[in-house]
């Protein structure tokens, strides 16, 4: 099993920046990708960046140039530095994992999730 914890969540005002953290332990030598999901009051989970395991990144449409996905393989965290924040990027932000080489955007192929970090953007 594979335990996912988020932190680096926050209030910030608009045009401010965060950097989440994912650390991930347990049998981590099963992960092959991460990735991070964002789910805002009343929406549905929504993908924002992944890191596969060539080492490419990938970014929602939104969060291109204002996102960067990261990963210190030797310290098993991910981060996810976030500039320009709007307060359309206020969301609960969950850190993801799979098994697969490639990181997609379907939420049911997660194998593994954290808890969630909340990050809030105030106008």
């Known amino acids: 099993q594979v335990q996912l914890v988020e932190s680096g969540g926050g209030l910030v005002q608009a045009g401010g920046s965060l950097r989440l953290s994912c650390v991930a332990s347990?049998?981590?030598?099963?992960?092959?990708?991460m990735g991070w999901f964002r789910q805002a009051p009343g929406k549905e989970h929504r993908f924002v960046a992944a890191v596969h395991l060539s080492g490419y990144t990938t970014y929602a449409d939104s969060m291109k140039g204002r996102f960067t996905i990261s990963k210190d393989n030797a310290k098993n965290t991910m981060y996810l530095q976030m500039n320009s924040l709007e307060p359309e990027d206020t969301a609960v932000y969950y850190c993801?994992?799979?098994?697969?080489?490639?990181?997609?955007?379907?939420?049911?192929?997660?194998?593994?999730w954290g808890k969630g970090t909340l990050v809030t953007v105030s106008s």
């Open positions: 993801a994992a799979r098994r697969s080489t490639f990181f997609g955007q379907d939420v049911s192929a997660v194998d593994y």
């Open positions: 347990g049998l981590t030598a099963s992960v092959s990708s």
